[in-house]
């Protein structure tokens, strides 16, 4: 089964038609074989992502003028850590690693 780690504004519905929704998150199918889980809640607005080249996950928030780092520390596929990694820039958008920058 292929596992499909998601990280949106607010909670992610368990997508699987068998599993309940979660309250304002519209339901949606996937293809057989994939999962859809949490990797990370409670996060707020994303525009978005970039891995660095440590696994550490890069997520723009052009609405709070920020760059938020997440990290995964036991491999689990959840990121337990979140902390402001750029702040203050207004509509922060895009991100681009070069040479491990």
């Known amino acids: 089964m ?3 780690r998601l990280i949106a504004a607010g909670v992610i519905s368990m997508a699987c038609l ?3 929704a979660v309250p304002g998150v519209p339901n949606f ?3 057989p ?3 859809v889980t949490v990797a990370a809640k409670d996060f707020g607005q994303a ?4 891995f660095g080249d440590d696994g550490t996950l ?3 928030q052009p609405q ?3 760059v938020t780092a997440l990290q995964d520390k036991d491999g689990d596929g959840v990121y337990e850590t979140k902390t402001k990694f750029l702040t203050g820039f ?3 958008h895009g991100m681009v690693f070069d040479n491990g920058w």
């Open 64 to 66: 709070q003028a920020s």
């Open 18 to 20: 068998a599993e309940a």
């Open 58 to 60: 890069y997520v723009s």
């Open 29 to 31: 199918t996937v293809r």
């Open 2 to 4: 292929i596992s499909v």
């Open 90 to 92: 207004k509509d922060c």
């Open 33 to 35: 074989g994939y999962k």
């Open 47 to 50: 525009r978005f992502m970039e």
